[in-house]
């Protein structure tokens, strides 16, 4: 390896075990409907999203539409496994309407992903196009996925209390979109890695800030009590996949 090409892959490495911990963060929320035995008001769609990006960023890395994205591979390989365990437990504590709504998009994604496929491979035949289709429709899910936690920005901005959005999850969320987005521009630039990951970092940092200036606040006049703890928070109400990677 060239030392451009070695720090490539080291920063791919240190993204992947950021990526991970992320995957990571939902587990305290699981752990807690599986004591309850009830999902509460937890909603199954940022697992849902999560699936069809891993889903995406996988196919995104294989030889035949982008080579030699083996870090792409297998840490989306690894976030799928986990939103799949995630949306199993789910669905073993949730009720029957919810039930039927994860198994109806979980098919609807399957015909979207299979249909993304067909077309990569039959309209394009060439690595630059086939990259070129897959990594935009994966910056699409990406943004989505990244923009999520802007519901609990705009929570913690109306009940002016940083408690709903846990500052490690933040930051590392923040540091993923970074990392990644540095990985995207060493060596062989990757257009597609970098804008997903450029947003996700902006969208980190904004989060950061939010978090930074209301607990300076709530320092400043005292602790605000509010209802929800701070550890009951959703993958996509935090930081994604996901990474998006």
Same mark, same amino acid.
């Given at each position: 390896?060239?030392?451009?090409?070695?720090?490539?892959?080291?920063?791919?490495?240190?993204? =992947?075990?950021?990526?991970?911990?992320?995957?990571?963060?939902?587990?305290?929320?699981?752990?807690?409907?599986?004591?309850?035995?009830?999902?509460?008001?937890?909603?199954?769609?940022?697992?849902?999203?999560?699936?069809? =990006?891993?889903?995406?960023? !996988?196919?995104?890395?294989?030889?035949?539409?982008?080579?030699?994205?083996?870090?792409?591979?297998?840490?989306?390989?690894?976030?799928?496994?986990?939103?799949?365990?995630?949306?199993?437990?789910?669905?073993?504590?949730?009720?029957?309407?919810? #039930?039927? !709504?994860?198994?109806?998009?979980?098919?609807?994604?399957?015909?979207?992903?299979?249909? !993304?496929?067909?077309?990569?491979?039959?309209?394009?035949?060439?690595?630059?196009? #086939?990259?070129?289709?897959?990594?935009?429709?994966?910056?699409?899910?990406?943004?989505?996925?990244?923009?999520?936690?802007?519901?609990?920005?705009?929570?913690?901005?109306?009940?002016?209390?940083?408690?709903?959005?846990?500052?490690?999850?933040?930051?590392?969320?923040?540091? =993923?979109?970074?990392?990644?987005?540095?990985?995207?521009?060493?060596?062989?630039?990757?257009?597609?890695?970098?804008?997903? =990951?450029?947003?996700?970092?902006?969208?980190?940092?904004?989060?950061?800030?939010?978090?930074?200036?209301?607990?300076? #606040?709530?320092?400043?006049?005292?602790?605000?009590?509010?209802?929800?703890?701070?550890?009951?928070?959703?993958?996509?109400?935090?930081?994604?996949? #996901?990474?998006?990677?």
């Amino acid at each position: 390896m060239h030392g451009e090409e070695l720090t490539r892959f080291v920063i791919g490495v240190i993204g =992947n075990v950021i990526s991970g911990l992320l995957f990571l963060s939902p587990m305290p929320t699981f752990w807690r409907i599986h004591k309850k035995r009830t999902t509460e008001a937890f909603h199954p769609y940022p697992y849902l999203a999560s699936v069809m =990006n891993c889903i995406l960023w !996988i196919f995104y890395g294989l030889p035949m539409v982008h080579p030699n994205s083996v870090l792409v591979v297998t840490i989306n390989s690894a976030g799928l496994f986990l939103q799949l365990c995630y949306l199993t437990i789910f669905f073993c504590y949730t009720n029957k309407k919810n #039930r039927g !709504i994860i198994v109806l998009l979980l098919l609807a994604e399957a015909a979207l992903f299979a249909g !993304i496929v067909v077309v990569t491979l039959v309209c394009f035949h060439t690595h630059v196009k #086939r990259s070129m289709f897959v990594g935009i429709v994966c910056i699409v899910f990406g943004i989505i996925m990244y923009g999520s936690p802007l519901s609990i920005v705009a929570k913690v901005v109306r009940t002016k209390s940083a408690e709903f959005m846990p500052f490690w999850l933040c930051l590392a969320g923040f540091s =993923n979109g970074v990392v990644w987005f540095a990985y995207a521009n060493l060596y062989t630039f990757d257009l597609y890695i970098a804008i997903g =990951n450029g947003v996700g970092g902006l969208l980190g940092l904004v989060q950061l800030l939010v978090y930074g200036f209301y607990t300076f #606040r709530t320092w400043r006049r005292g602790p605000v009590h509010n209802d929800v703890k701070p550890g009951d928070v959703q993958l996509q109400n935090v930081a994604a996949n #996901r990474p998006s990677v």
